[in-house]
């Protein structure tokens, strides 16, 4: 029997999780009118995080800004809450030494090799999800230096939708699955999520990011990433910078279109993954510049009128250039991707002497959040234990036990100073971390500055820097996600979004969804950036594309072999397509056969050839040919191989077909030449679409 209650003992009075009398329906609904904290206390403000002035960083005794992102960081176990799916591999990075004379941080000295382990990732998806989903894609470097780990944790994308950590919980549940279906997963074509982003409109710019064809990027190797914040850079006289990092593709910025985005998530839905892990496994690696915007550090922190503290702003690149100062080639895959891409840890926090923070406060926010999330993700506060986090310098900490403490300490005082131990570890004297003394004042607010008011002109700004074909495709996806939201209301706000941004815009989107067009007030003057295109006339490297030649009984084998020398002296590879697989001959020549028209999609190739001697026709050739063809991918044959591509309905005169009478190098030149452009756009143009 239980023992009984004395009277000095009392139990918690009845009450339910919300503070609603049990009486009162159902216990476990929301209760009071009023939004709160856990404890019940009621809110003014969800939307600021407490700053010493609207510029001055973030206070730790924000007690609502911990709660709420500490209970965001915790919401999965053990999955991530955010960028849960990703595929990472490991590599160097080489400086090129021009970086001297703004920072003092030793990986980017000259010649100085630092190891590297880069996650890339989507945002709103499981880690059961499909890689080319329309998302934000992280791009996440950990350069394991002498000085330390340094993370560089950032985005395929310049700018985030909101502009302080605090609004980070509200932003992401806004974009995850609706809570009562559980649906659509990894995608933001659903209500909650252009609710949100219409009420606040500060995502305005970000959106429009997504919308185009950067929210469905080609591969790995063809995405752009950037630091998304200003960060200070500190050189050896202590003098200081504003910086933006960027990682420019040496293969270039390419994305799918959206066609073959859904194809790829139900044929493959590993589809980047599997690029970027063949790629390296054929000789290919990935490869990106690392390019610093440096801007002066000025006491407003601004730079031609643009706040350098507000992340949902970028500086063009007309205005101030990225310089490239080092090199990162990712050349080896994971051996086992749970003990290394899903145990990665990254951190904002992670730096080195010569790059600080600012007051940007998204940032500031981040720097809790991604130490706290670890702790449960990891399973406690020793995860940079685990091998894929062990810096690659010397570790002498304070810090103790905790779950999964793998290291032996010796000695008797993790305090400082100490006597009983000789007062060891010493504290360093130089080549310490330091920060550089900056005046800290302000009335304790919830508020931003007044500069982070302008929601629309960088939209602007980015919409008018488009291509025709580009600016269609974003007009289609926003067309297709808003036709997916339930609610008028919504779509109607959106509309009313997109009228501040660009008339032309918000018109041809109102038409696709039949809804009147409404009033707006974009900015004027705008100076469309060149830079922001992805559209390029000029062929670059095909280093891991693949290209599709299509064999069978009687096809020139031997033209097959030279065209696959010439793909592999370009670092590409060769696929040999047929109607069955094994092997095709003739005379001496013979060919492996790597796919069958059963097993294989056009999102496979950057490329398709029909080879000589092909003859006979197949309802799957015949769609993957149009599928190529409608993608604006070029397309070729040699000899009697260009009456494959008739009789499949291609138009052998369109740009980007390539034909030749023989398998020739002048031929091979002249179609990989093609492949390097990537897309054939002006097969897209004059319709609009792709």
Known sequence: MPPKRQRDQAAPKPTTPTGKPEAAGDPRARSGRYLTTSQGVRLSDTDHSLKAGPRGPTLLEDFHLREKITHFDHERIPERVVHARGAAAHGTFRAYGNAESVTKAGFLAKGRETPVFTRFSTVLGSRGSADTVRDVRGFAVKFYTEEGNFDLVGNNMPVFFIQDGIKFPDVIH??????????????????????????????????????????????????????????????????TSLVKFHWKPVAGVHSLVWEEAQIAAGADPDFHRRDMADGIEAGAPLEFELGLQVLPDSEDETFEGIDLLDPTKLVPEELAEVVLVGKLTLDRNPTNYF????????????????????????????????LDTQLTRLGGPNFAQLPINCPHAAVNDNLRDGMHQTAIH???????????????????????????????????????????????????????????????????????????????????????VLANVDAELCARVAAGLGLPVPDGDPARGVVPSPALSQVSTESGPIAGRVVGVVAGPGADVAGIGKLRKAVEARGAVLHVIAQIGGEVAKGRAKEVVERTFLATRSIEYDAVVVAAGVTGSDPRLTVLLQEVFRHCKVLGAWGDGAAVLEAAGIDTGAPGVVLGDTAVKPYFTELLTAVGKHRVWDRAVPAGIA
């Open 174 to 239: 806004a974009g995850k699955p609706q809570p009562d279906r559980e649906i659509p997963q990894a995608q933001s074509a659903h209500d909650t999520f252009w609710d949100f982003v219409s009420l606040h409109t500060e995502a305005t710019h970000h959106v429009i990011w997504a919308m185009s064809d950067r929210g469905i990027p080609r591969s790995y190797r063809t995405m752009e990433g950037f630091g998304v914040h200003t960060f200070r850079l500190v050189n050896a006289a202590g003098e």
């Open 339 to 370: 003990a290394e891409t899903e145990q990665v840890a990254f951190h904002t926090g992670h730096l080195v002497p010569g790059i600080e923070i600012t007051n940007d406060p998204l940032m500031q926010a981040r720097m809790f959040s991604y």
């Open 410 to 496: 010796q000695g008797t005082a993790a305090y400082k100073p100490n006597s009983v131990d000789g007062d060891q570890p010493e504290i360093a004297t130089e080549g310490a971390y330091v920060h550089v003394p900056r005046e800290v004042s302000g009335p304790k607010v919830r508020a931003n500055p007044v500069s982070f008011d302008d929601h629309y002109s960088q939209a602007t700004l980015f919409w008018r820097s488009m291509s025709q074909v580009e600016q269609a495709h974003i007009v289609e996806a926003y067309t297709f996600e808003l036709s997916k939201v339930y609610e008028k209301p919504i779509r109607e706000r959106v509309l009313g």
